[in-house]
């Protein structure tokens, strides 16, 4: 099952959904396909806007660094970000803005505490690159990684609370040990 799917099945049929980061507009063009949900994305990069036109996706195209201002208090039932957290600088300011905003988050990122991570520092002395981290250190638009451990204190920190977590390793759930053999971490939140 793909993150898509992961994230579709939290997402009430009819809700309205603002994506943040929203690349080409898949996962909002899966939520109007298998929910119904209405939704807008919110993209920076000029091809993928354009992607996201062509797949009849709503689109607009805003710096998430410059918050959510456009939108008003509860305007969506959920805001997603998906895969973007690490390329935020201010993290803790756009999650109050998607929760202000949306009633729920969804938000999605590489666990940098993932095993194959911590060796290829250890033991190899490198910066990961692997699928969910394809980059390399120099190229990366990545500028925080983080691990479930430092996303979970995050959310403590500014009192937001965590209502479900999936971690996942190739598409499958991974419960044992998830902060050290899941590869991707999704959560559910609300303030």
Same mark, same amino acid.
């Given at each position: 099952?793909?993150?898509?799917?992961?994230?579709?099945?939290?997402?009430?049929?009819?809700?309205? #959904?603002?994506?943040?980061?929203?690349?080409?507009?898949?996962?909002?063009?899966?939520?109007?396909?298998?929910?119904?949900?209405?939704?807008?994305?919110?993209?920076?990069?000029?091809?993928?806007?354009? $992607?996201?036109?062509?797949?009849?996706?709503?689109?607009?195209?805003?710096?998430?660094?410059?918050?959510?201002?456009?939108?008003?208090?509860?305007?969506?039932?959920?805001? #997603?970000?998906?895969?973007?957290?690490?390329?935020?600088?201010?993290?803790?300011?756009?999650?109050?803005?998607?929760?202000? #905003?949306?009633?729920?988050?969804?938000?999605?990122?590489?666990?940098?505490?993932?095993?194959?991570?911590?060796?290829?520092?250890?033991?190899?002395?490198?910066?990961?690159?692997?699928?969910?981290?394809?980059?390399?250190?120099?190229?990366?638009?990545?500028?925080?990684?983080?691990?479930?451990?430092?996303? $979970?204190?995050?959310?403590?920190?500014?009192?937001?609370?965590?209502?479900?977590?999936?971690?996942?390793? $190739?598409?499958?759930?991974?419960?044992?040990?998830?902060?050290?053999?899941?590869?991707?971490? #999704?959560?559910?939140?609300?303030?």
């Amino acid at each position: 099952m793909t993150e898509t799917e992961h994230i579709a099945r939290w997402v009430v049929p009819g809700a309205r #959904v603002l994506d943040l980061g929203c690349g080409d507009g898949t996962l909002l063009r899966h939520l109007w396909q298998t929910r119904q949900a209405p939704g807008y994305g919110v993209e920076i990069d000029d091809a993928q806007v354009l $992607e996201c036109i062509r797949n009849d996706v709503n689109v607009l195209q805003m710096d998430l660094e410059d918050g959510l201002s456009a939108f008003q208090d509860g305007s969506f039932d959920y805001v #997603v970000l998906s895969e973007t957290l690490q390329t935020i600088h201010h993290q803790e300011a756009l999650l109050r803005e998607m929760l202000r #905003v949306g009633r729920e988050a969804i938000v999605s990122f590489p666990n940098f505490g993932f095993w194959r991570a911590r060796l290829q520092i250890a033991v190899g002395g490198h910066m990961p690159v692997s699928k969910e981290l394809p980059y390399q250190w120099y190229d990366t638009p990545n500028v925080h990684h983080c691990t479930l451990v430092d996303f $979970e204190d995050l959310c403590a920190k500014l009192e937001i609370r965590v209502l479900e977590r999936l971690v996942l390793r $190739e598409g499958k759930p991974v419960s044992l040990l998830p902060n050290l053999l899941g590869s991707l971490a #999704v959560y559910r939140v609300s303030a």
